[in-house]
């Protein structure tokens, strides 16, 4: 029987991640294999390396999410910067494992561990405040990846599908929405 979502919040974080998880995956579904592992200069970050990072941060802070610090003693921030996946399938699967930590973290939560306190760093945080910490966080880097993504499949191919409203279709995408025929989540 599938887990019964206790509160409000927890829904809303986790259509939130979804959202956000989403949103990278068409992005990365349309970059060209070579572009994933493109760095734009020596101070940027190629998507693999953001992916990379993000997959190693989920596996610390969703890891015994209710019982340990988020930062694990095994986990090597800095790595996290060097030596990107090979191919788009590992790539992949790095990507998948991370959420994989994320939503089976998050999905069992119930209303009464939504009143525990978790450390990060050893920093005591609300379950909420920590939910909300990594939303900022998964937020800010799938940001720079659909930049990157964006930027690199239309210098390759010349094209873009756009994740949100296409240029020029505001008003169209509005009456969609309030039509029922589209949705902005």
């Known amino acids: 029987m599938p887990h019964q979502i206790t509160t409000s919040y927890e829904k809303d974080s986790i259509d939130l991640f979804r959202y956000y998880k989403k949103l990278a995956d068409r992005a990365m579904a349309q970059c060209p294999d070579d572009a994933l592992f493109t760095v734009l200069?020596?101070?940027?970050?190629?998507?693999?390396?953001?992916?990379?990072?993000?997959?190693?941060?989920?596996?610390?802070?969703?890891?015994?999410?209710?019982?340990?610090?988020?930062?694990?003693?095994?986990?090597?921030?800095?790595?996290?910067?060097?030596?990107?996946?090979?191919?788009?399938?590992?790539?992949?699967?790095?990507?998948?494992?991370?959420?994989?930590?994320?939503?089976?973290?998050?999905e069992p939560l119930t209303e009464a561990d939504m009143a525990r306190t978790v450390t990060i760093r050893t920093e005591p945080h609300s379950v909420m405040q920590a939910?909300?910490?990594?939303?900022?966080?998964?937020?800010?880097?799938?940001?720079?990846?659909?930049f990157l993504a964006k930027h690199l499949t239309t210098k390759a191919t010349g094209k873009w599908d756009s994740l949100s409203v296409p240029r020029g279709q505001s008003r169209q995408f509005t009456a969609e929405v309030a039509a029922g025929r589209k949705s902005q989540r």
């Open 41 to 106: 200069d020596p101070e940027s970050n190629s998507i693999a390396i953001i992916v990379k990072h993000m997959a190693g941060n989920m596996r610390s802070r969703w890891r015994d999410f209710l019982t340990t610090d988020g930062e694990k003693p095994d986990r090597n921030r800095d790595t996290e910067f060097e030596d990107p996946p090979k191919t788009r399938a590992e790539l992949l699967a790095l990507w998948e494992r991370g959420w994989k930590y994320v939503f089976d973290a998050l």
């Open 131 to 146: 939910i909300n910490r990594q939303i900022a966080h998964y937020a800010h880097h799938i940001g720079q990846i659909l």
